[in-house]
């Protein structure tokens, strides 16, 4: 079963977030996580917290095995640009760009057994009426 996180707007440029996605690329997420934490670049806390959350996503909410969880895809693409101006000699200015970034992560493991109870249920109490 695959499970998706996904960051919206991010404000970094794709080319340099893709760089920090491609270290993590097919790795389990316990590994993925080590190496982003160790990685001296910007993107690597936001690549970090969608796979943290792509884990969370798979845990609670799909019943996976942490442990078992691997990246299956981790995708960067292009989000919205901001256009902006930088002033420039003799009273010009120049446009330039901010980019953002859209990161998807997929993750993917073992599900979990449930545990089915041992108690049983209870009958339920009627109320007696009173007239």
Do not use: C, Q, Y
Request: proline share 5%; net charge positive; no cysteine.
């Amino acid at each position: 079963m695959a499970v998706h996180a996904l960051a919206k707007g991010v404000r970094m440029s794709p080319r340099k977030v893709a760089v920090v996605a491609a270290l993590v690329r097919g790795r389990t997420v316990e590994d993925a996580l080590t190496i982003l934490e160790h990685t001296p670049r910007r993107s690597a806390l936001a690549v970090s917290k969608v796979i943290a959350s792509a884990k969370a996503n798979a845990d609670h909410n799909h019943g996976l095995k942490p442990g078992t969880l691997k990246i299956t895809e981790i995708t960067v693409t292009h989000g919205p640009r901001l256009k902006r101006f930088r002033p420039a000699a003799h009273g010009r200015a120049l446009p330039f760009m901010r980019r953002t970034s859209h990161i998807r992560v997929t993750v993917d493991g073992e599900v979990r057994e449930i545990k089915k109870s041992t108690t049983a249920a209870k009958p339920a109490v009627k109320k007696e009426e009173t007239k």
